[in-house]
C-alpha cells in the first residue's frame, strides 16, 4: 500500500503520525511511505532520519494527499485540507465528527473513508487509540489549570497545593475515565483537594481504592454538580459518551455561581465540551473569560507536548496502521472489531450512530460496507 504521512496544520500541532521507526515498519512489510517534507520537526524527527528508514520525502501536501492510498495523520483534517482528500481515500486519524458538522459533511462529499482513533472500542468498551493522548491531556489538565489560576492569567491567585498554615485548592473534576483519573491524580500530586465525581458507582469505588486521601469521590448529578461548582477554584471537564456530543453538566447560568477567577479547563472539548461555554481554542490563544470565569479549551492539548505525546500516540496506533496497510481496511475491520467500530465514514456513507445522530444524517450499516 502506498501510505502518505502529512504534516500537521492545526495550530501548534507538533504531533506527527509516523516516527521514523514506524516507517522502517511499513517498508519492512513491502509498502511505500511518503512524507511531507519537515512533517517530523516538531517533534524531534528530521527528514534525513525518515529517509534513512526508506520513506521519499515529498515537498508539498499536495503530493502527498494525491499520491496515498491511505493517510495517517494525529488530528482532523482542517478545512484547507478538505479538497486534497480523494474518492476512497482511507484516512487514519482523530476526527472527533460529533462536535463539527462541516468536517462530516466534507468528508461525505469527497466521499472519504474515515477510520477514526477515538471510536477504535475493545470488547472491554475502553478506547486503545484515545488512551495514550487522554494520559496526556488528564496529566496537563492541573498544570494549565495551576497556570490558569495565577493572578495575571486572570485566575483567582491560588496556589493549588496551599502552603503549611493556607488552605489547598479546590480542584473538582468531571468524569472519572482516563482523563479524569490522570487529572486527579497530578492535582493530589499538587497537594490539592480534589474531588471526582462519575455517574458510575463502579468507577468510583474503583477510584477511591487507588487515590491518594486528598481525592474524594462524588456520584455526578446537577444537584451534587452545582453545590461543588460554588468552592471549586478548578473545574477539570472529562466526560465522554463514545463518538457522541459530550453532555452540558455546566450550563451557561451556573457560571453565576462560580467564585470570580474560577478556571475551567474542558478536555472534553474536542467532543463539544462538557461545559455549555466552551468552545475550542489553540494553544496560541488558549483563554477566554466569561461572567468572571477563565476558561481553557484547547482541543489539542497533546500537541504542546510532542516529544512525549507523538511516542504515546503512535505506539498505539502503529500496530493498527500495518493491519490497515497489510490486509487492506475492509478484511482488517471484518477480522478485527475494535478496528470496525473505528470506521465513521466509509466512501461518503456514515457507518457510525453517534455521528448519523448529532446531524440527523442517514446512517449506513456497517455490515452493509464490509460485505
Ligand atoms: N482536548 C484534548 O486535547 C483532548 C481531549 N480528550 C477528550 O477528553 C474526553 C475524555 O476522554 P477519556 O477520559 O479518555 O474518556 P473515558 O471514556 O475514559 O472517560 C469518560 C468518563 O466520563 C464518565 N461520564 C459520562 N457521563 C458522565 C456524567 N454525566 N458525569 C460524570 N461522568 C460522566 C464515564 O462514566 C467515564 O468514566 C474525550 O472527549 C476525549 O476525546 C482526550 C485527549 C486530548
Ligand atoms: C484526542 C485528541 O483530540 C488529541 O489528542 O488531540
Ligand atoms: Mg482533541
Known amino acids: 500500500m502506498i501510505i502518505g504521512l502529512p504534516k500537521e496544520i492545526k495550530n501548534n500541532e507538533n504531533r506527527v503520525a509516523l516516527t521514523p521507526g514506524g516507517v522502517a515498519e511499513f517498508v519492512k512489510n513491502g509498502h511505500t511511505v511518503y512524507v511531507q517534507a519537515t512533517a517530523g520537526e516538531g517533534s524531534g524527527f528530521s527528514d534525513?532520519?525518515?529517509?534513512?528508514?526508506?520513506?521519499?520525502?515529498?515537498?508539498?501536501?499536495?503530493?502527498?494527499?494525491g499520491i496515498a492510498e491511505m493517510i495517517v495523520k494525529v488530528k482532523e483534517p482542517i478545512e484547507q485540507e478538505y479538497a486534497l482528500i480523494k474518492e476512497g481515500q482511507?484516512?487514519?486519524?482523530?476526527?472527533?465528527?460529533?462536535?463539527?458538522?462541516?468536517?462530516?459533511?466534507?468528508?461525505?462529499?469527497?466521499?472519504?473513508?474515515?477510520l477514526a482513533y477515538e471510536t477504535v472500542e475493545l470488547k472491554d468498551r475502553s478506547l486503545p487509540l484515545l488512551i495514550p493522548m487522554s494520559e496526556v491531556a488528564g496529566r496537563m489538565a492541573p498544570q494549565e489549570g495551576a497556570k490558569?489560576?495565577?493572578?495575571?492569567?486572570?485566575?483567582?491567585?491560588?496556589?493549588?497545593?496551599?502552603?503549611?498554615?493556607?488552605?489547598?485548592?479546590?480542584?473538582?473534576?468531571?468524569?472519572?475515565?482516563?482523563?479524569?483519573?490522570?487529572?486527579?491524580?497530578?492535582?493530589?500530586?499538587f497537594g490539592a483537594n480534589v474531588t471526582i465525581m462519575d455517574?458510575?458507582?463502579?468507577?468510583?469505588r474503583e477510584l477511591d481504592d487507588i487515590m491518594p486521601a486528598n481525592v474524594t469521590t462524588v456520584m455526578s448529578n446537577h444537584y451534587n454538580i452545582k453545590e461543588a461548582i460554588k468552592t471549586s477554584d478548578l473545574i477539570i471537564g472529562a466526560v465522554l459518551i463514545p463518538g457522541a456530543k459530550a453532555p452540558h453538566l455546566i450550563t451557561r447560568d451556573m457560571l453565576k455561581d462560580m467564585r470570580p477567577g474560577t478556571v475551567l479547563v474542558d478536555v472534553a472539548v474536542d467532543q463539544g465540551g462538557c461545559i455549555e461555554t466552551c468552545k475550542p481554542t489553540t494553544h496560541e490563544n488558549p483563554t477566554f473569560i466569561i461572567d468572571d470565569v477563565v476558561h481553557y479549551c484547547v482541543a489539542n492539548m497533546p500537541g504542546a507536548v510532542p516529544y512525549t505525546s507523538t511516542l504515546a500516540l503512535t505506539n498505539a496506533t502503529l500496530p493498527y496502521a500495518l493491519l490497515l496497510a497489510n490486509k487492506g481496511w475492509k478484511q482488517a475491520c471484518q477480522e478485527r472489531d475494535e478496528l470496525k467500530l473505528g470506521l465513521n465514514v466509509v466512501d461518503g456513507k456514515v457507518v457510525y450512530?453517534?455521528?448519523?445522530?448529532?446531524?440527523?444524517?442517514?446512517?449506513?450499516?456497517?455490515a452493509e460496507v464490509l460485505a
Open 148 to 189: 490558569y489560576l495565577e493572578k495575571p492569567l486572570k485566575g483567582r491567585g491560588i496556589l493549588l497545593g496551599g502552603v503549611p498554615g493556607v488552605k489547598p485548592a479546590n480542584v473538582l473534576v468531571l468524569g472519572g475515565g482516563i482523563v479524569g483519573t490522570q487529572a486527579a491524580k497530578i492535582a493530589a500530586g
Open 199 to 204: 455517574i458510575s458507582l463502579k468507577r468510583l
Open 90 to 114: 482511507l484516512l487514519f486519524t482523530y476526527f472527533h465528527f460529533a462536535s463539527y458538522e462541516p468536517l462530516t459533511r466534507a468528508m461525505i462529499e469527497r466521499k472519504a473513508t474515515c
Open 48 to 65: 534525513a532520519e525518515y529517509s534513512a528508514a526508506g520513506a521519499t520525502i515529498l515537498p508539498t501536501i499536495e503530493e502527498v494527499y
Open 353 to 366: 450512530p453517534g455521528v448519523a445522530q448529532a446531524f440527523n444524517l442517514p446512517l449506513t450499516d456497517v
